[in-house]
């Protein structure tokens, strides 16, 4: 059975750091690329950053870039992602999603990032 379990997640001031976990079993990690998701209320999910199964290359959503880095730990089956500088406007629910070929894609269950003074 496959899990993907985010961590990390927690209130937040403005211009602050927090680092998410999220740890995979039951697939064969380094054959996935893994992404991070959020979804604010009100708004549909969108891509936050994206890293390939070899970690060799890396996409980033423009709202992010210069303040987000994604990485992985193949020898864990642990992606990370670092938020740095965050803003009220990252508040949301932050998700996992591994990904093979164009038919195998699981979730994890989401860990909330909050920010605010």
């Known amino acids: 059975q496959v899990h993907l379990v985010e961590s990390g997640g927690g209130l937040v001031q403005p211009g602050g750091s927090l680092k998410l976990s999220c740890a995979a079993s039951g697939i064969t990690f380094t054959m996935y690329s893994m992404s991070w998701y959020r979804q604010a209320p009100g708004k549909e999910r969108e891509l936050v950053a994206r890293i390939t199964s070899a970690g060799d290359t890396t996409n980033y959503a423009d709202s992010v870039k210069g303040r987000f880095t994604i990485s992985r730990d193949n020898a864990k089956n642990t992606v990370y992602l670092q938020m740095n500088n965050l803003k009220p406007e990252d508040t949301a629910m932050y998700y996992c999603?591994?990904?093979?070929?164009?038919?195998?894609?699981?979730w994890g269950q989401g860990t909330q990032v909050t920010v605010s003074s």
């Open positions: 999603k591994a990904v093979r070929g164009s038919i195998l894609t699981y």
